[in-house]
């Protein structure tokens, strides 16, 4: 997850930012990211530079599965086994919910 909070940092910094006032990121439900970690941590990194103090909204993004057999797409709340709801089939793949990333950053 500091790879998210250096994109911020970094993003900053090339665009001569003084002050960061709004970060969002997009966290997945299987990201394995706890918000308020994450939220520790990025008072740690961002401590001295531009993103100091910044407003970190954080976006979360449900797991979302697909059946590859019947290319239907369903909630799911594991990323180890899951089942199509439809057609009964184990496995599939993972759509999203995996991600931490950068949706929007805000500066001045
Ligand atoms: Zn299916």
Redesign the pocket.
């Known amino acids: 997850m500091e790879t998210a909070i250096e994109e911020v940092i970094a993003q900053a910094r090339e665009h001569d930012a003084t002050r960061v006032h709004r970060i969002v990121l997009r966290i997945g439900a299987l990201s394995g990211v706890e918000p308020d970690a994450l939220r520790l941590a990025f008072d740690a990194v961002a401590k001295g530079t531009p993103a100091a103090g910044a407003n970190l909204e954080l976006e979360a993004v449900p797991a979302r599965g697909r ?1 590859t ?4 797409e369903f909630d799911v709340d594991s990323d180890f086994i899951f089942t ?1 709801p ?4 184990i496995a ?1 793949e993972l759509v999203q919910g995996r991600e931490l990333e950068l949706a929007r950053i805000e500066m001045s």
Do not use: I, Y
């Open positions: 059946c057999d019947c290319d239907l199509c439809k057609c009964g089939r599939g």
